[in-house]
């Protein structure tokens, strides 16, 4: 199984350099692949801002891609959660960390804004520690 970086999976999804494109995609087709969490996060990160996706159209293109037979994630269903989350208004690396630290009791973050979107979508509280006794 081969691993990828962000830039593969940048050029497979926005198409814009055609010859690293066909070698991306040649990869996707021919090979069992491994896309590590931090790729995801990074390749959210330069499609919203270098090549201004919306969120819908990253979620679109996330869950095709991570939906072929033969791409695999650390953990598939933490990352259609952020997914979703990120769909209904959390920032996408927001909903990546809450989405990985379910299993905990808490999450602290200092931004108010994750933590009032977030309230009630597990049962990880995300909380301030200046609000919280430690």
Not at 35 to 64: G, H, N, Q
Request: aromatic share 14%.
């Amino acid at each position: 199984m081969a691993a990828v970086d962000t830039n593969i999976v940048v050029r497979l999804l926005t198409q814009d350099d055609e010859i690293q494109y066909q070698k991306s995609l040649d990869i996707f087709q021919k090979q069992e692949v491994f896309i590590p969490d931090p790729v995801i996060l990074e390749t959210e990160w330069v499609l919203r801002f270098a090549y201004k996706f919306k969120t819908s159209e990253i979620c679109s293109a996330f869950r095709k891609l991570f939906g072929l037979p033969n791409v695999y994630l650390v953990n598939s269903n933490l990352v259609y959660r952020a997914i979703q989350w990120h769909e209904n208004g959390l920032d996408f690396a927001d909903a990546f960390h809450l989405a990985q630290s379910q299993d905990r009791y808490c999450l602290y973050t200092f931004d108010e804004k994750f933590i009032k979107k977030a309230n009630g979508l597990t049962s990880c509280e995300v909380k301030n520690p200046f609000h919280s006794a430690l």
